[in-house]
């Protein structure tokens, strides 16, 4: 079947609509509302100082590492914040059923009926391992571009190699 020329138009449109330039991600793209723009400045230039990145590419790669980092430590929160909560719901049934309990034997009982109860900790602790295997591959990522550097540069044309 011959594509229509009203198919062809609307396949140019979609086409030219995807080639639009997408905007940079700037801080404020990472964060939530709840997040302080202050406080990821401050992990972004922690993330700058540390890795001390070399060009746009290298800029680029601790952005991205930093985000990431930004986004592993939030869920970290979220579960914490899960497992707070949780404590909370089973505190009734936690005083009737055990005279006494210590802060371990709470939490152990709240993760045990999250994972009961709901998939919300299961799916951010598969959300978390996604994150933590990106943040590892960039970072390695990172450290090649790093000892590529000398390569990639040629400051001494006399002992260039041609790289390709």
Not at 67 to 80: G, H, P, V, Y
Not at 121 to 145: C, E, G, K, V
Request: proline share 4%.
């Amino acid at each position: 079947m011959k594509p229509t020329e009203k198919t062809r138009k609307a396949l140019r449109a979609r086409w030219n609509l995807s080639r639009v330039q997408k905007p940079a991600k700037t801080a404020e793209f990472y964060l939530l509302t709840t997040d302080s723009s202050d406080e990821y400045s401050r992990h972004l230039a922690a993330f700058m100082e540390t890795f001390d990145p070399q060009g746009h590419v290298e800029e680029t790669a601790v952005r991205e590492m930093a985000a990431l980092q930004w986004k592993i430590l939030r869920t970290d929160s979220m579960q914490e914040a899960l497992l707070d909560i949780e404590v909370d719901n089973c505190s009734r049934e936690i005083e009737s059923t055990y005279s006494q309990m210590d802060r371990p034997g709470l939490w152990a009982l709240a993760f045990r009926s999250l994972d009961t109860n709901s998939s919300a900790f299961r799916a951010l602790d598969m959300h978390q391992s996604r994150l933590y295997r990106r943040y590892h591959r960039l970072y390695t990522y990172f450290i090649d571009l790093r000892n590529r550097r000398p390569l990639l540069k040629n400051e001494n044309p006399e002992n260039a190699t041609n790289i390709s």
